[in-house]
């Protein structure tokens, strides 16, 4: 049976933007990076630094919110390596609720590209909704839609988030190290890697495949 013309002619659809994760990273499966105007996961004991090497692939003023009662506090000498600690709006909200509050405003706006919760616990699945229709509507204002990115404690689980990711020191190799892991995409499977840092390089690179055990 044949098709109809208007499929046979039809375009195909474009991949929606990204921002980059780690440089080549789609040479070894991480795709093109993490979708504009959706709403991922950071999780794992080095989760603030897998924000700043996102951090540090964009432009313009970064939004950082942290309650007010939290004890991580980012540290300026830390930042600096990956992005000028003036870029940074940090915000800390006295109360649990508004933490979500503003990060849903926030990507309403779509004043900034990137916009980062440290939350104390996981949230529930109808805020995490409610911020991906935010940063939906914050790519309509005329402006590259912007990216949430909420860092959850432990292994993470925050429901209906596009992606989750897992980063930790790895102590079995050289110092400067990590293992990253994806835990959860709607569009790839569960994956990890090798990620060292290189000599005269902001980012680290990836430098091999964690095999399955």
Same mark, same amino acid.
């Given at each position: 049976m044949s098709l109809p013309q208007s499929l046979l002619s039809?375009?195909? &659809?474009?991949? $929606?933007?990204?921002? %980059?994760?780690?440089?080549?990273? +789609?040479?070894?499966?991480?795709g093109h990076g993490l979708a504009l105007g959706r709403v991922h996961e950071a999780c794992g004991p080095a989760r603030h630094r897998l924000a700043l090497w996102l951090a540090a692939q964009t432009t313009g003023p970064i939004l950082w919110i942290a309650p007010?009662?939290?004890? +991580?506090?980012?540290? %300026?000498?830390?930042?600096?390596?990956?992005? +000028?600690? $003036?870029?940074?709006?940090? !915000? =800390?909200?006295?109360? &649990?609720?508004? !933490?979500?509050?503003?990060?849903e405003e926030v990507l309403r706006s779509g004043a900034v590209t990137l916009a980062l919760a440290d939350l104390p616990g996981l949230p529930a699945l109808t805020p995490v909704r409610r911020m991906h229709l935010a940063a939906e509507n914050g790519g309509k204002t005329g402006r590259p839609a912007p990216l949430g990115l909420l860092l959850t404690p432990g292994m993470g689980? $925050?429901?209906?988030?596009?992606?989750?990711? =897992?980063? $930790? %020191? +790895? =102590?079995?190799?050289? %110092?400067?190290?990590?293992?990253l892991r994806r835990l959860r995409a709607r569009m790839a499977p569960e994956q990890g890697w090798h990620v060292a840092r290189q000599k005269g390089q902001m980012l680290p690179r990836i430098t091999g495949i964690i095999k399955a055990a």
């Open positions: 039809r375009a195909p &659809a474009r991949a $929606a933007p990204c921002l %980059p994760l780690l440089p080549e990273g +789609d040479r070894y499966g991480l007010e009662w939290g004890v +991580d506090r980012l540290n %300026p000498c830390g930042v600096m390596p990956f992005v +000028d600690p $003036a870029r940074l709006i940090l !915000v =800390h909200p006295k109360r &649990a609720e508004d !933490v979500l509050w503003s990060m689980g $925050a429901q209906g988030v596009e992606t989750r990711w =897992h980063l $930790a %020191p +790895d =102590h079995k190799a050289t %110092p400067g190290a990590w293992q």
